[in-house]
C-alpha cells in the first residue's frame, strides 16, 4: 500500500528521533560542553542580534564577544558568592574541628559499647591528621593535587576540559548561528517549508517561555533558600542561599552543592543538631516545593507541560542520557509537546479520525 504524503513525513520524522537518540545514548559524555554551549547559545543569541541593530553598527565578532563575555562574568559572579564562604569557613573549620571530634568521640563511643561493639574511634590520630592538612601550605594542597591527576585524575581533567571547551564552542555557535540555521533549512523540502517554519516557530516561543519560567524558579529560590537560613541564625545564610537558588540551574549538582555548604556551615557556627535540622527544614522544603510546585507551575504551565510530564521527562531523559539528558530534558520535552499537538490536530483532522465520508 503506497504511504501518503502525511505518512511519509511521520517516518521520517521517526527515523530522525530514533537516529538523535541513539545519537546521544552513544556519545553523551562527549556532547556535555556542546550541549551547554547550544543552550547559552539558544539563549544569548537574541542578545547578540540587539546589539547588532545598534547604531552605529558594531562588527558581528565584537557583539559576540561582548554577550559571551557578560554571560560569563554573570557566571564568575555566581562562582565568587563562595568567597566569602570558604573564606570564613576553613579557619572555623581549623578552629572547632579538635572540638567537634571529641564531642563525637563523647558521644558515639559510649553508644558503641552499649551495643557490644569493640569498635572506637581513634580520635586523637583523626585530629592531628585532619588539622595537619588543614594547617597544610598551599604547596601541600596542591602536591596530592597534581600528584592525583598525574595517577589518571581523568574525571578532574574532563571537568577541566569542558571549562574550556565550553566559551569556545559558545564564541563559534553564537558568531555562526544564523549560517547554521540556514543550512539546516535549506535541507528541507521547499513544499514542506511552511510547516516547517510554522513548527520552529511555535517551538521558538515555547522554548522562550521556558527559559522565562527557568530564571523565575531560580530567582524564587534564592530568595527561599537565603530567608530561611536567616530564619535559622545561619550567618553565611545570603551568599548559601543565594548561591543555591541560582546553582539549581544545573540539575542536582547545583542544589547538592548548596546544601553541602549550608550544612558545614551550620556545622561549625551551632556545633550541635540544630545544623541538620536547618538543612533537613530548609532544604527539604525547597526541594518540594521546586519539584512539586515551582518548576511544574512556572515552567511546566509556561509551556503547556502537566507537572507530572514534568517530573517523569526529567526522570527518563536523566536515565536514559545521563547528565546531559537532565540538561535538554524540559527543552526537549517542549519540542516534542508542539511535535505531537501537531500530529493530533492532523489526526482530528484525518480521514482515519472522521471517517471516509467526512
Not at 170 to 198: C, E, H
Not at 259 to 283: D, E, H, I, T
Not at 302 to 328: E, K, M, S, T, Y
Request: proline letters at 6%.
Amino acid at each position: 500500500m503506497p504511504l501518503n504524503l502525511s505518512t511519509k513525513r511521520l517516518t521520517i520524522l521517526a527515523v530522525i528521533a530514533v537516529l538523535v537518540s541513539v545519537f546521544l545514548w552513544v556519545l553523551g559524555p562527549v556532547l556535555v560542553p556542546f550541549a551547554v554551549a547550544a543552550v547559552l547559545a539558544y539563549a544569548l543569541h537574541p542578545a547578540v542580534l540587539r546589539l547588532k541593530k545598534l547604531s552605529p553598527p558594531m562588527p558581528d565578532v565584537l557583539c559576540v564577544l561582548l554577550v559571551e563575555m557578560l554571560a560569563l562574568l554573570l557566571v564568575v559572579g555566581v562562582l565568587l558568592l563562595l568567597v566569602p564562604i570558604l573564606t570564613k569557613e576553613i579557619p572555623l573549620l581549623q578552629q572547632q574541628l579538635p572540638a567537634l571530634l571529641d564531642q563525637l568521640a563523647a558521644n558515639l563511643n559510649p553508644k558503641l559499647a552499649q551495643y557490644g561493639w569493640s569498635l572506637t574511634l581513634d580520635v586523637g590520630s583523626l585530629k592531628a591528621q585532619l588539622i595537619k592538612y588543614l594547617s597544610a601550605n598551599r604547596e601541600d594542597w596542591m602536591d596530592p593535587l597534581v600528584s592525583s591527576l598525574k595517577m589518571g585524575g581523568s574525571f578532574a581533567l574532563a571537568a577541566l576540559g569542558n571549562l574550556i571547551l565550553i566559551p569556545v564552542v559558545l564564541f563559534y555557535l553564537l558568531n555562526d548561528w544564523d549560517r547554521w540555521v540556514s543550512q539546516v533549512v535549506a535541507w528541507v523540502p521547499p513544499k514542506w517549508r511552511p510547516a516547517y517554519d510554522g513548527f520552529i516557530n511555535e517551538c521558538d516561543a515555547v522554548l522562550g517561555q521556558y527559559l522565562r519560567g527557568q530564571i523565575l524558579v531560580m530567582l524564587a529560590l534564592s530568595v527561599f533558600y537565603a530567608i530561611g537560613l536567616m530564619l535559622f541564625g545561619l550567618d553565611l545564610a545570603l551568599p548559601i542561599g543565594v548561591f543555591t537558588g541560582l546553582a539549581v540551574c544545573v540539575p542536582y549538582l547545583g542544589f547538592g552543592l548548596g546544601m553541602m555548604l549550608a550544612l558545614l556551615a551550620g556545622l561549625l557556627q551551632f556545633a550541635s543538631l540544630k545544623a541538620l535540622l536547618m538543612v533537613a527544614v530548609v532544604y527539604g522544603a525547597g526541594q518540594l516545593m521546586e519539584g512539586f510546585w515551582l518548576t511544574p507551575k512556572w515552567v511546566g504551565e509556561r509551556i503547556g507541560l502537566h507537572p507530572l510530564a514534568v517530573i517523569f521527562a526529567l526522570l527518563a531523559l536523566g536515565q536514559l542520557f545521563g547528565f546531559v539528558g537532565v540538561l535538554v530534558a524540559l527543552p526537549a520535552s517542549a519540542v516534542i509537546l508542539v511535535a505531537l499537538r501537531r500530529l493530533r490536530n492532523q489526526y482530528f483532522s484525518s480521514s482515519l479520525y472522521q471517517g471516509p465520508d467526512a
